[in-house]
T-cell receptor, first 112, second 113 residues
Framework: NAGVTQTPKFQVLKTGQSMTLQCAQD?????MYWYRQDPGMGLRLIYY???????DKGEVPNGYNVSRLNKREFSLRLESAAPSQTSVYFC???????????FGSGTQLSVL | GENVEQHPSTLSVQEGDSAVIKCTYS??????FPWYKQELGKRPQLIID?????GEKKDQRIAVTLNKTAKHFSLHITETQPEDSAVYFC????????????FGKGTKLSVKP
């Protein structure tokens, strides 16, 4: 039982490049989330998917898109990376109606 | 917009002492208040949570108190140990939507042996 798995763990991009961060959970959770963590800023919600087939914007959605591929997988895409998107990205999941979040191990992204 | 303020940003205590971290929130509809612990380079992990119909909750050496009237809640750690050293985040639900959390900016707790 791996929980929430994120790939890659580290990534370096040049400004303007695109990439997709992958997230999968094996806990049969309905809801999935993408957060970013910046020094001194806590965790901020980018996008979430309350259930398969739905996605909604969080606090800081600009510059990102998401896809809820199926119940297990929720990907985050940066179409044209900017230095301001340098951050640690965490995927999380929860049971629908239960706010307890289970986080993945994070992706450290640097945009040069 | 919704906001969660967390204080202090850093806290240093001697092993065996107590530590208290305080948070205030702005959304009067918030009804769920979790605390997460994040060790260096690791993922955040839930350590305790409280719902709006409860004033206090304890789990061994940690406790959380909630004052809905004043819109603030606190984490209390007693008999601190070096392994309690980490960054602690409070959070509050918002928008009436399950699972949507606004996080505080974190408190770095250092426990000195």
């Amino acid at each position: 039982n791996a929980g929430v798995t994120q790939t890659p763990k580290f990534q370096v991009l040049k400004t303007g490049q695109s990439m997709t961060l992958q997230c999968a959970q094996d806990m049969n959770h309905n809801s999935m989330y993408w957060y970013r963590q910046d020094p001194g800023m806590g965790l901020r919600l980018i996008y979430y998917s309350a259930s398969e087939g739905t996605t909604d914007k969080g606090e800081v959605p600009n510059g990102y898109n998401v896809s809820r591929l199926n119940k297990r997988e929720f990907s985050l895409r940066l179409e044209s990376a900017a230095p301001s998107q340098t951050s640690v990205y965490f995927c999380a999941s929860s049971v629908l109606g239960d706010e307890k979040l289970f986080f993945g191990s994070g992706t450290q992204l640097s945009v040069l | 917009g919704e906001n969660v303020e967390q204080h202090p940003s850093t806290l240093s205590v001697q092993e065996g002492d107590s530590a208290v971290i305080k948070c205030t929130y702005s959304d009067s509809a918030s009804n769920y208040f979790p605390w997460y612990k994040q060790e260096l380079g690791k993922r955040p992990q839930l350590i305790i949570d409280i719902r709006s119909n409860v004033g206090e909750k304890k789990d061994q050496r940690i406790a959380v108190t909630l004052n809905k009237t004043a819109k603030h809640f606190s984490l209390h750690i007693t008999e601190t140990q070096p392994e309690d050293s980490a960054v602690y985040f409070c959070a509050a639900s918002y928008g009436g939507s399950q699972g949507n959390l606004i996080f505080g900016k974190g408190t770095k707790l250092s426990v000195k042996p």
